[in-house]
């Protein structure tokens, strides 16, 4: 059975999706195609895209799930019930993308986000917790718009309700208000710039909030004053939602599995508290918990719940490599790639299927020795052109992280913020408070990344390399090699490997690639 889910009516994120038999084989958001950062809506572009990718005809999909507006849930076929719970009802039009007419289903828009998170956790009862910032722009429903609670059981939602919590929209304002504008793309700066507080800076909660803009400190102006109120947003983000947290699981004494959806636990610092609070045993985050994900919650939704279908075991690299790839080779250059980072060169790494989800994971990366400190400096002021504050991430070799971070498990979406055991192994990869994002691999995650950190292991002592998105500040990351191409040639990057193509800056004339992508 094949199901093709797409997001196209959330402001931000389009995306699509294709699993098969329960199995993601596809995934892909539209910023990757169109060079627009947080791209909404779909076109037929992406979705021939997708079905290229996957060497599908539109006529072998089964079915059709889309992801409802989280902004405009009373419309397109939804009912709200009493309890402020949108239900899911059957939704038939003609596609407007592709040329199929079959039975299509409209998920609600938090129903995909802890959808997505399920199905994909392993884990046969769970309970569900989705938080986002819907409501961020479009005062309709409030609290009811951000958040959702659901109990899943087998393929089924045995509850759901809306817990009324404004957590994310609280942290989102003060983003914005500050002048890390938008908050979308900015909320990852704001929680970087919230490790650079003290306990003495904290603002009290009921000063946090406000609605005018002009309350706030401008990070241009007071740069200690946006800090105070950066760290005090995540300090409060963190505290209610541990705090809710308890109560859930008090509520709930016998259920030790809990999922994470919704753009709010993109947020590591927040990710790493929840694990190292043990609240519950097992905590599982679906890798694009954002509104890209939603295309994967909807179709995910569909087989399972609408169609009855059992669960299907998802194992971590079929969570995010999940996008096109491009010019496949027979050998791909390690030795040079190892060279070069010894020799304090800055590399791109462009390798197999793209990641879906805003994390470079190791197939769409900026590579750099973490030993060299100043590496970091290059990679912000030069390359990313992104403020200087920003910390970068490092990637671990699984074996052996246990070595270098503190933190009770493997990390393979980096999605977790943990303490550093030896900062000055990796300095280049340690924030201003001594954590890191830090993210492991293992061989059958993605063996070539991990064969690359080995090699690197052999020469220098370190499991480690610095790792960042392949991408300039404000564009999404690089899909395609005309993608790749086009940012090495206004940056300053040294060296690339692109899809087994080896390029040095020193020798090599860097030129658009004219070929076409397949």
């Known amino acids: 059975m094949i199901i093709l889910g797409y997001n196209s009516g959330s402001p931000h994120d389009g995306s699509v999706a294709i699993i098969k038999d329960g199995k993601i084989i596809f995934s892909i958001a539209n910023e990757r195609l169109t060079g627009k950062k ?60 592709f040329s199929w007419k079959g039975e299509t289903f409209l998920i609600p828009h938090h129903i995909c986000h802890t959808a997505a998170a399920y199905y994909t956790s392993g884990f046969d009862t769970a309970i569900c917790y989705s938080l986002d910032t819907s409501d961020f722009d479009y005062h309709i429903l409030g609290p009811k718009l951000n958040n959702m609670i659901c109990k899943y059981q087998n393929h089924e939602i045995k509850d759901a309700y809306t817990p009324g919590h404004m957590y994310g929209v609280d942290y989102a304002r003060v983003c914005q208000h500050i002048g890390l504008i938008p908050c979308l793309s900015k909320a990852g700066t704001m929680m970087g710039l919230s490790s650079f507080g003290t306990p003495e800076m904290l603002i009290p909660k009921e000063e946090m909030v406000s609605d005018n803009p002009d309350d706030y400190p401008k990070i241009d102006d007071d740069f200690t004053a946006a800090i105070k109120y950066a760290y005090s947003s995540q300090k409060h983000l963190e505290n209610n939602v541990i705090d809710y947290l308890i109560q859930l699981k008090e509520e709930n004494p016998d259920q030790e599995n809990l999922c994470l959806s919704g753009g709010t636990f993109l947020n590591c610092n927040l990710n790493g508290k929840i694990v190292e609070k043990n609240i519950f045993k097992n905590v599982h985050h679906f890798p694009a918990c954002g509104d890209d994900g939603l295309a994967v919650g909807a179709a995910l939704y569909a087989y399972h719940t609408v169609l009855g279908q059992p669960l299907v075991k998802h194992e971590d690299s079929q969570l995010v490599y999940l996008g096109g790839s491009h010019f496949l080779v027979d050998e791909i250059p390690f030795e040079k790639t190892i060279d070069a980072l010894i020799d304090g060169k800055i590399v791109a790494w462009a390798n197999g299927r793209s990641e879906f989800g805003p994390r470079a994971l190791g197939n769409r990366s900026i590579l750099a020795d973490p030993r060299n400190s100043w590496s970091r400096d290059k990679i912000n002021q030069m390359i990313k052109n992104r403020e200087w504050f920003r910390p970068f991430a490092p990637i671990c070799l699984e074996e052996h992280y246990q070595e270098y971070f503190d933190f009770p498990k493997p990390s393979p979406y980096m999605l977790y913020t943990a303490k550093v055991k030896k900062p000055g192994d990796i300095p280049a990869c340690v924030h201003v408070d001594g954590t890191a994002r830090f993210q492991t691999v293992n061989k059958e995650q993605n063996p070539d990344m991990h064969k690359l950190i080995s090699m690197f292991y052999e020469r220098t002592g370190v499991p480690i390399l610095l790792n960042t998105s392949l991408n300039n500040r404000g564009k999404p990351i690089c899909e395609i090699s005309d993608h790749v191409f086009w940012f090495l040639q206004d940056s300053e990057l040294d060296c690339a490997n692109i899809f087994g193509q080896w390029y040095d800056k020193r020798v090599d004339t860097w030129i658009t690639d004219t070929r076409q992508s397949h």
Do not use: C
Not at 39 to 51: E, F, V
Not at 54 to 69: K, M, P, Q, R, W
């Open 38 to 97: 947080h791209q909404s809506g779909i076109d037929k572009r992406l979705i021939n895209y997708a079905l290229r990718k996957t060497n599908l005809d539109s006529s072998e999909i089964d079915y059709v799930a889309i992801a409802g507006d989280g902004h405009n849930m009373k419309i397109d076929s939804l009912l709200e019930a009493e309890d402020g719970i949108y239900h899911l009802t059957d939704f038939n039009r003609p596609n407007e993308y």
